[in-house]
Nanobody, 118 residues
């Protein structure tokens, strides 16, 4: 059974940094497409960054240059390094996994709250 568990959320002031972690279990981690999503109150969920099966990364324009997605295959862990945080980055952040990128994601973590104050 695929399980994803996020950690590392918290509250910071604008300009600060946080690193989210997502530990995966129950499947061969390195063969999956992994992504970070976020959802702010009253808004739709949006994709933040993706790490594809072949190691390519992509991110949304709003976080480019500030957020970095990475992984440690030995630890079955996905990361999201977030720098220069802004109040508009406040949201619940979720990691997600699927066999291949480009479609929906079948597997989701429980979420980690990130709150950025001005």
């Amino acid at each position: 059974q695929v399980q994803l568990m996020e950690s590392g959320g918290g509250s910071v002031q604008a300009g600060g940094s946080l690193r989210l972690s997502c530990v995966a279990s129950g499947y061969r981690y390195s063969r999956y497409c992994m992504a970070w999503f976020r959802q702010a109150p009253g808004k739709e969920r949006e994709r933040v960054a993706t790490l594809s099966n072949n190691g390519r990364t992509s991110s949304e324009d709003s976080v480019k240059g500030r957020f970095t997605i990475s992984e440690d295959n030995a630890k079955n862990t996905l990361y999201l390094e977030m720098n220069s945080l802004k109040p508009e980055d406040t949201a619940m952040y979720y990691c997600a996994a699927e066999s291949y990128c480009g479609g929906g994601y079948a597997y989701w973590g429980q979420g980690a709250q990130v709150t950025v104050s001005s």
